[in-house]
């Protein structure tokens, strides 16, 4: 098959064909939307059967298309893996330039450090578009009407060049900042970008939006409050919802998913919840032993995603939900699995644990901080200040150990590094707990 044509069609015909059909389409009936999501895992997996990687899945798990025709049924089948997902990837891509030489490849680095290519057909790759898009939709956004300005991922995406005239008139409603991966821009000169354009719907990475923000708060200047925003790509702290809430207003739209597997679910302006995309998306939950459950480990599958399935992908992401007329409903995303504080002992504390005792400590005066595990008794804190924050950095500090040193049982010395801006990781992002020890070291301590 050619997707060349595909290809050109993408941005004319399939983006704005799909977006319309995903928003118009979306049944407000609970049971119309498990009937859809119904109907999208049975055809899901018929693709997918005559696929070898998920063929042998299937015989694996002794089962055919048959045993698929709800979301629940997906319990049967194998998880998929990132490492998993990685050797497939990869193995095809070399296998098979040819045939996606027209496709798009999502590059992520991963925790790991790893990188990870992700095939998206043309059409996936506007479906994936459409969706997000869709979502943001939900809380009013009405693209080609409402301006927007968004920071493009220069991993992936060419930017510069003479633009055509359709991108002339594009770019009065939708606008890409200066800022990218690969061309990191001060904060002045985004907060310029900002208040020139004056979008209505702002997304960017969290860390990007943060540093913003609190850029215009310490030096008391003006920001523009679009009337949605949305902070991408990295999970939404308490103390960075806060800051983001002063400084842009209530218009948080807080989108849920992998660069893997598209936008899952979304958290609305005014909501405590995330509706899952049902009609788009499978989300699963399983415990710690791999069984079905509310609490415990995403795990996505993109109903649209047929000409390069994932199903069952392991997010890494703990969540907690509940299901409610038929349709998962998400309260809580507590992040990512491996974002963890390491014990002599073997134990862990994972960062959901840890983000109770933050939510607590956001009144504290610190707008930002970050963990970094040095050894089994030492862990540094990179913090950035509160500038509304009255009180000494000593001051913070004690009240912070008070209420961490309990927290992590009282094993480690809390070291604090003040800072201006915390540095992005070499993939753009921010993780909240960073991990110094070596592996060898931790694998020891697990034995």
């Known amino acids: 098959m050619s997707y060349s044509m595909d ?12 977006m319309t059909k995903v928003y118009r389409k979306v049944p407000k009936d609970p049971a119309k939307v498990k009937a859809i999501q119904d109907r999208k895992v049975h055809e899901l997996m018929l693709i997918a059967y005559d696929i070898p990687f998920y063929r042998a899945r299937f015989e694996q798990s002794g089962t055919t298309p048959e045993d698929y025709h709800s979301a629940e049924d997906l319990y049967k089948f194998p998880v998929l893996t990132k490492d998993a997902l990685r050797d497939w ?9 040819e045939k996606y030489k027209d496709w798009h490849v999502s590059p992520t680095s991963g925790s790991t450090g790893i990188p990870l290519k992700t095939p998206f057909s043309p059409r996936e790759n506007a479906m994936a578009h459409a969706n997000f898009m869709r979502s943001v939709m939900m809380a009013g956004f009405i693209p080609g009407v409402h301006k927007c300005m968004h920071r ?5 995406v060419v930017t510069g060049g003479k633009m ?24 002045d ?12 719907f702002l997304y960017i990475h969290k860390n990007i939006m943060v540093r ?79 069984q079905p459950a509310d609490n415990g480990v995403a795990v996505i599958t993109p109903l649209y995603k047929t000409d390069f399935p994932l199903i069952n992908y392991v997010a890494g ?13 998400i309260t809580t995303v507590k992040g990512r699995a491996n974002d963890v504080i390491r014990h002599k002992d073997g134990s862990v504390t994972e960062w959901g644990n840890l983000e109770i005792h933050i939510n607590y400590a956001s009144g504290l005066g610190i707008a930002q901080s970050r963990f970094i595990q040095e050894s089994f008794d030492r862990i540094r804190i990179q913090c950035v200040k509160d500038p509304a924050c009255g009180k000494t950095n000593e001051e913070i500090e004690e009240a912070f150990t ?20 915390i540095p992005m990781d070499p993939n753009g992002k921010l993780r909240m707990i960073v991990c110094n020890i070596p592996e060898e070291e931790l694998k020891a301590h697990a034995e």
């Open 189 to 200: 000169v985004l907060l310029k970008e900002i208040n020139d354009f004056k979008p209505d």
């Open 402 to 421: 008070a209420i961490f040193a309990p927290a992590l049982n009282n094993e480690f010395t809390l070291e604090y590094e003040w800072m201006d801006e």
């Open 317 to 329: 992401d703990r969540v907690e939900s509940h299901i409610e007329n038929g349709l998962r409903i």
């Open 212 to 290: 913003i923000c609190l850029y215009a708060k310490r030096n008391g200047l003006y920001i523009h409050r679009p009337k949605w925003y949305a902070p991408i790509s990295e999970m939404l702290d308490a103390s960075s919802e806060k800051l983001l809430r002063e400084m842009l207003g209530d218009g948080l739209i807080n989108p849920y998913g992998l660069s893997e597997t598209g936008t899952a679910a979304v958290r609305l302006p005014g909501d405590d919840f995330f509706r899952v995309n049902s009609d788009t998306h499978v989300l699963n939950v399983y415990d710690d032993d791999g």
């Open 164 to 187: 055509s005239l359709t991108q002339k008139i594009i770019q009065t409603r939708w606008r890409d900042m200066s800022d990218a991966i690969k061309n990191r821009v001060p904060s």
């Open 89 to 97: 990837s990869n193995e095809e891509l070399e296998k098979n330039p």
């Open 7 to 18: 290809k050109k069609l993408e941005n004319i015909w399939y983006f704005p064909t799909d």
């Open 152 to 156: 493009p991922n220069s991993l992936h």
